[in-house]
């Protein structure tokens, strides 16, 4: 008994049939493809991912009881090609001499190198083996192909707060694994916080309520009373972790706030990253770059007050340099739009890279050579006034027009002095 008291309460608590699961009803709600594919024993391997605390494991225990299969975990950060192999042997011993099918559930899956996966690829093909992947990673991406494609791919939703707070009363319930021999009384206020500040993650509250009860005394009427106060010394406020796929998702939802001038959305992305731990000068290089990319000619100031709070960035260091960002952001959000620099950019660079004659006009050379080339001498502006009409550019490209300005801001205003007549 002693020894089951120091399991954890989540993993005590871990459903074992498909009436206790809770959450995920896009996966195994009524006449879904998961639960006929059960029920009719068709169901082959599957890769299950999404966020931590969300069910994976547990269905995939669920599924091989449900099949009367054998089940053997394994995880790909302790586990090798040699642990696969044997448990593949055996389970094709045990498939040949009593029928039995085995799943391999194998824990962030998406740890397998190559070579590593490679070697459950036969078993698969030939059904010694059911496959089930559990990851926090998108597996299109993070691992490799040739499994992925023999695979049914489920994703996982964070669970909602009622899905939570369901799951928390299942456990005070439970006389048997949960907490049902306590005399725990517990205001709706305080399981509503456990759900909220998981974020999603089942384990996470199951264990904060477990560690506010064995750690609150036993009152006056013989109860141990949980009031919010208590749920919030017992869970901090998950951390906003981020993955490689959603710290890139992020990142590319900030830019495209900067480009589409919502102000509100481009500070929430930052910050977002911002508190998962991401370098605020990432962002803030991200700033600078569209200040031009998205901003350019149509307000300049959007490139100076960039470099500027990056700079300031640099050398104050968070909470204060996040405030002259913090500007520098609603300055590019709100400034008017126009993406002629880096269209004319392009256009330069495949010009630098395809176009074949494009020797230097004699009269801008270094050393002009003695040979005319039609253009005469170099005419230096100043002598003019300042601008003066002659080719600069090769005479393959001379009639190239890389800058056209936009109607947008400021660039409005600009007449190009080669187009002068």
């Known amino acids: 008994m002693e020894n089951t008291k120091r399991i954890p309460l989540a993993e005590r608590m871990r ?27 068709t169901l082959g391997s599957c890769i299950f991912y999404g966020p931590p605390g969300t069910g994976k494991t547990t269905l995939a225990n669920i599924i091989a009881n449900s099949m009367k299969a054998n089940f053997v975990r394994l995880n790909a950060v302790t586990s090798g090609v040699a642990d696969a192999k044997k448990i593949i042997e055996q389970a094709r011993a045990d498939k040949a001499m009593f029928g039995t099918d085995t799943f391999l559930m194998l824990d962030e899956c998406h740890r397998w190198n190559k070579a590593q996966s490679d070697c459950v690829l036969e078993a698969i093909e030939e059904g010694s083996i059911f496959f089930i992947g559990s990851t926090t990673e998108n597996p299109y991406t993070a691992m490799t192909r040739a499994i992925v494609s023999r695979c049914r791919v489920f994703e996982f939703k964070a669970l909602s707060s009622k899905d939570i707070v369901k799951s928390l009363k299942r456990a005070l319930a439970d006389k048997e694994n949960g907490l049902g021999n306590m005399p725990v009384e517990i205001s709706d206020d305080a399981l509503e916080y456990f759900a909220f500040a998981s974020g999603g993650d089942n384990r996470s509250a199951l264990n904060a309520l477990e560690l506010a009860v064995m750690t609150s005394k036993i009152g006056k ?18 951390a906003l972790s981020l993955d490689e796929n959603m710290f890139y998702d992020n990142l ?14 481009a500070l929430y992305y930052s910050m977002r990253l911002i508190k998962a731990g991401c370098d605020p000068m990432i962002i803030a290089r991200r700033l600078v770059a569209h200040s031009s990319e998205d901003v350019g000619m149509a307000d300049s100031n959007a490139l100076l007050l960039s470099t500027s709070a990056m700079y300031a ?3 104050m260091g968070q909470p204060e340099g996040l ?33 074949i004659d494009n020797r230097v006009p004699n009269h801008l050379k270094n050393h002009p050579s003695t040979n005319a080339d039609g253009h005469g001498r170099y005419k230096y502006p100043h002598d003019f006034g300042g601008y003066v009409q002659q080719q600069y550019m090769p005479d393959s490209l001379k009639d190239r027009v890389y800058y056209t300005p936009s109607a947008n801001g400021r660039e409005r205003n600009i007449v190009r002095k080669k187009f002068k007549k």
């Open 15 to 41: 459903p074992k049939s498909f009436d206790e699961f809770v959450g995920q009803e896009h996966i195994v709600g009524k006449n879904t493809l998961l639960v006929r594919a059960i029920k009719f024993g």
């Open 221 to 238: 009427d013989k109860k141990i009373h949980i009031s919010r106060e208590d749920a919030e010394q017992s869970i901090d406020r998950k």
């Open 252 to 265: 590319s939802a900030f830019c495209k706030s900067l480009r589409g001038s919502d102000a509100e959305a």
């Open 313 to 315: 960035l640099e050398k």
């Open 323 to 355: 405030i002259p960002l913090t500007h520098a952001i609603i300055y590019v959000c709100e400034a008017e739009k126009s993406n002629s620099v880096v269209n004319a950019m392009h256009l330069a660079q495949e010009d630098a890279e395809n176009a």
